[in-house]
């Protein structure tokens, strides 16, 4: 990718932080005025070691440039090892990313507690640049893709549908 498709480009990322740190981190950005991208979807969570390889790799599938964690400081998680648990799924997850060929690069976690509204806002910072410089995800979804209904239909006995893999109803 060139300069200029990369100073035209805003990626698209999607941030997963837990209901304390993570979140009061983002409060504390925002109380005192603190910018930060707009370009990043938040999803709280009740704590990062509800991170689940799945949820990472379902956001790039739904299109995301790049995907990335905040988490309680390291020895400090709410819910004792949960922080340390889910960096280990995250690290499952990079690994995935690099064999599939999208990345590992597009994927991090950020620890810090609900006093640094500076570090939040950094982080989104920091993912944007980094994401600016890789490109777009290149298993994202076509523009052409987006306006076509997705019926929820299993083709296959073994196919996964919808979010999460949920299959439909026997009804439907």
Same mark, same amino acid.
């Given at each position: 990718?060139?300069?200029?498709?990369?100073?035209?480009?805003?990626?698209?990322?999607?941030?997963?932080?837990?209901?304390?740190?993570?979140?009061?981190?983002?409060?504390?950005?925002?109380?005192?005025?603190?910018?930060?991208?707009?370009?990043?979807?938040?999803?709280?969570?009740?704590?990062?070691?509800?991170?689940?390889?799945?949820?990472?790799?379902?956001?790039?599938?739904?299109?995301?440039? =790049? #995907?990335?964690?905040?988490?309680?400081?390291? *020895?400090?998680?709410?819910? !004792?090892?949960?922080?340390? @648990?889910?960096?280990?799924?995250?690290?499952?997850?990079?690994?995935?990313?690099?064999?599939?060929?999208?990345?590992?690069?597009?994927?991090?976690?950020?620890?810090?507690?609900?006093?640094?509204?500076?570090?939040?806002?950094?982080?989104?910072?920091?993912?944007?640049?980094?994401?600016?410089?890789?490109?777009?995800?290149?298993?994202?979804?076509?523009?052409?893709?987006? =306006? #076509?209904?997705?019926?929820?239909?299993?083709? *296959?006995?073994?196919?996964? !549908?919808?979010?999460?893999? @949920?299959?439909?109803?026997?009804?439907?």
């Amino acid at each position: 990718m060139n300069s200029q498709q990369s100073s035209n480009f805003e990626p698209e990322i999607t941030a997963f932080y837990c209901i304390y740190c993570g979140y009061m981190a983002a409060d504390t950005a925002g109380i005192q005025q603190i910018q930060y991208p707009a370009n990043i979807k938040f999803i709280r969570m009740p704590c990062t070691g509800k991170t689940d390889v799945r949820y990472l790799l379902e956001a790039f599938e739904q299109g995301a440039d =790049g #995907v990335y964690v905040v988490a309680c400081p390291i *020895g400090n998680c709410h819910h !004792v090892r949960g922080n340390e @648990r889910g960096l280990a799924r995250l690290n499952r997850a990079k690994a995935i990313l690099d064999e599939i060929g999208i990345g590992g690069d597009r994927l991090e976690m950020f620890f810090m507690s609900g006093s640094q509204g500076h570090s939040f806002a950094m982080a989104a910072h920091e993912m944007t640049e980094r994401i600016r410089k890789l490109g777009p995800n290149p298993i994202k979804p076509q523009k052409s893709d987006v =306006g #076509v209904p997705d019926t929820g239909r299993i083709e *296959g006995p073994d196919e996964e !549908v919808g979010w999460r893999g @949920r299959r439909p109803h026997a009804t439907e």
